[in-house]
């Protein structure tokens, strides 16, 4: 019972918890010539097992920072790919997670996370991944279209380390 208030409660105050999470320490902003990148790798990664797909990468407010739509994705890729990109970038930071189906699978066992989904543009599919520089969630690259959101999260995985080596490091 006290999981389950516990859980209610942080989907309650996830409006104005995903405000808090878009706080940045470094100031850094993730180029767009890095989000196109990343955003980019993950497509063709996606395409080289035969997946057509969407990516979104958005930055630490959930705001769209690029998006690719690859030949033959259906429409709502579009959406999904930014959802769980806005998803993890909003509230990875909250919960500790940088890679969506880890906060997915945790919330599978906890019936009040379904609470989440009244929060606008949330989405509990796996499929999307933080991207950290200096220590913190910079951005989230996050994919829609693959035949289950396990192999999406493969492919945002691989667009984001496409990329980690043009990141500052923590100091």
Known sequence: M???????ALAVCAHVACAGAQVRNSGYELPLTLA????NEALK??????????VAVV??????????????????TKETSFRKAYTTVTLGPLFGFD??????????????ASSFLTVPN?????GAVAIRAKGE???????????GGDKDEVCAAAGAAAIRQKLPAAN
Do not use: M, Q
Not at 2 to 8: I, P, Q
Not at 36 to 39: C, G, R, V, Y
Not at 99 to 112: E, I, Q, R, T, Y
């Open 2 to 8: 006290k999981s389950l208030l516990a859980w209610t």
């Open 36 to 39: 196109l990148d990343a955003a």
């Open 45 to 54: 990664s996606c395409e080289a097992a035969g997946y057509k797909v969407s």
């Open 59 to 76: 930055d630490p407010s959930g705001e769209l920072r690029a998006f690719v739509k690859g030949d033959h994705a259906t429409v709502h």
């Open 99 to 112: 890679a969506l189906g880890a906060f997915v699978d945790k919330a599978k066992s906890n019936p009040a």
């Open 122 to 126: 949330i989405i509990l599919l796996p």
């Open 137 to 147: 969630i910079v951005a989230a690259i996050g994919v829609g279209g693959a035949p």
